[in-house]
Structures are given as structure tokens and as C-alpha cells.
């Protein structure tokens, strides 16, 4: 008999897992990210069978009735039929869903009411939830294009200014020190690695260890963030009526310039969230028994 859920929230550098009963979270996983613009279907199989599988017992794997995967680069029908195809490929007898890593967010936030659910963690996007469902969403163009506000964004405006010396020599002593790259290295980890975005974005996290020590990269992060809402919440009427929730790592460790920044702009912020996937494994306890 099928008695549980497997949840599963994933960006492009991380995959948080959660099996669920209609009662109880019963186990949570972490994986690498899994994005089927950057993987292949073969690659997601042998992730799952090498970092999750492990983790669940038989019995555990018998008793998965319903996989709900929300994940970075499902917005289209293509990669969402992909990610159905892969996941039956580990539990066959299970019913399988798959949707983009907004709809996470807007149930994580918001649960059965309206808002603005906004994602900002190694990339961004946002959407207006009406309570069942996504009614508009932003256009998101990727880490080449677009992703602004996001951890990637900020380590783009970051090595940017770093690269053309915009930056106090004590920040550049500081990179020097800690990743032991010269400014030829990491153009090169950037222009001739093919996971590029997950190289920029590692320089988020040295940005926020040393936000309040230099001005300059508390600019930098108000930048992401002005640029954010220019093209991720002003867009929609809603947003001067609907309360704006976050996800995310970035959102979580800047939320204090998050907050100003939104307030400099005329927005309030309802709540950030750091792991989507709590906010989702109370949803799908509740709503576990319901056909799909």
C-alpha cells in the first residue's frame, strides 16, 4: 500500500528531499542541484541512484506512492515530461509531478492565500499566486541574461568590479587569499568551465562575510536587489496590493538590505523563507490523499 510522499525542492546547486507521511516528515535528503537544462537524463539517473536511493530503505521506496519535484528549469512542458520520465525510472508504480521551482515557492509562502512569491537564491525569478495557482509569472533568462537579485548576479557585479580594480586593495587581498586565483584564473573558470554560474556564485557567500566591513560590496548587493525588483516585482500591478514573500538562500543571509531596499522602493516584506522545502512538506501533509 502506498503511504507516502517523496517531496523534492531543487536549484541549480542543490536538491532538498523530503519523504513524508500524512503525519510526520519521516526523512530529508540533500542532493546536487538537478536542472535538465544543465544535465542530461542520463546524469540525473545516475544522481539519483548514487545520492538518494541510499538513503531510503526498500520498504521506504515500496510504500512512495506520489514524487512532487519542483525544480529549476521546469518552466516548460519539455523539462517537466523529462523529469516525469527520469524520476519513473527509480519507482515506477509512482504517481509523478513535476512543475517549476515557482510554484515551490508560492505554496512554500503562501500556502492556500495570495501573494507574490519571489526566489532568490543561486538564480531568481518571481510569480503572482492566487492561492491554487501561478497567474503570472516574470520572464527568467538564466545567469547570461537575467537571474538578477540572485546569488549568481551578485557574484557577477562582484567580480566585475573586482576585475577592473574597482575595489579596495583590501578586498583583493582578501580574494587572493581565500581562493588563490589571479584575475586570468578566473576568467578562465568563467569562459572555459562548463558549469559557469556555479563558479560566480560561490563569490556570494564571500560578499555576505564581509558585507559590513566594506561599502563598496553593500552597493554591490543594493544593486542586485534595486535591479531585482525592477524586473521581478514592479512589473506587476499586484505588487501594490498582494504581500511579497521570498525563498532562498540570498534572500535569507542579505535580508536586512533585502528589506531596506524593498522599502526604499515603496514594498513591504512579508516573510523570507530559507528552505522551501518546510513550507512544502506541510502542504503536501496536508494535502497528501488528494488526487493530483
Known amino acids: 500500500m502506498f503511504e507516502l510522499a517523496l517531496v523534492a525542492d531543487s536549484g541549480s546547486t542543490t536538491t532538498n528531499w523530503a519523504l513524508v507521511s500524512a503525519s510526520a516528515c519521516l526523512k530529508k535528503v540533500d542532493t546536487t542541484g538537478i536542472n535538465p537544462y544543465y544535465l542530461s537524463q542520463e546524469e540525473i539517473v545516475a544522481l539519483l541512484r548514487k545520492e538518494l536511493l541510499p538513503a531510503f530503505s526498500a520498504e521506504e521506496q515500496r510504500q512512495i506512492g506520489q514524487i512532487w519535484f519542483y525544480g529549476a528549469g521546469c518552466s516548460t512542458e519539455s523539462k517537466r515530461q523529462l523529469l516525469r520520465e527520469t524520476l519513473r525510472t527509480i519507482s515506477p508504480d509512482a504517481a509523478i509531478f513535476a512543475d517549476h521551482d515557482l ?32 497567474k503570472k509569472n516574470a520572464i527568467s533568462l538564466g545567469y547570461f541574461l537575467g537571474d538578477e537579485g540572485s546569488g549568481t548576479h551578485i557574484g557577477k557585479l562582484f567580480l566585475t568590479a573586482l576585475l577592473k580594480k574597482r575595489l ?39 560578499v555576505s562575510q564581509h558585507l559590513n566591513e566594506f561599502g563598496e560590496l553593500q552597493m554591490i548587493v543594493r544593486q542586485s536587489f534595486h535591479d531585482f525588483i525592477r524586473e521581478f516585482i514592479a512589473i506587476y500591478p499586484e505588487s501594490e496590493s498582494y504581500p511579497i514573500y521570498f525563498v532562498g538562500s540570498v534572500a535569507y543571509h542579505f535580508q536586512e538590505i533585502l528589506c531596506n531596499t524593498l522599502t526604499e522602493a515603496g514594498y513591504g516584506l512579508q516573510k523570507v523563507i530559507r528552505y522551501p522545502i518546510d513550507g512544502l512538506v506541510s502542504y503536501h501533509q496536508q494535502h497528501l490523499n488528494e488526487a493530483f
Open 103 to 134: 510554484m515551490a515557492a508560492a505554496k512554500s509562502c503562501c500556502g492556500e492565500g495570495k501573494g507574490i512569491a519571489c526566489i532568490l537564491g543561486t538564480g531568481s525569478n518571481s510569480c503572482v499566486y492566487d492561492g491554487k495557482t501561478i
Open 168 to 206: 579596495p586593495a583590501a578586498v583583493e587581498k582578501l580574494v587572493a587569499e581565500q581562493y588563490q586565483l589571479s584575475p586570468e584564473e578566473i576568467l578562465n573558470r568563467i569562459y572555459q568551465n562548463n558549469k559557469p554560474n556555479r563558479f560566480i556564485g560561490q563569490f556570494s557567500p564571500f
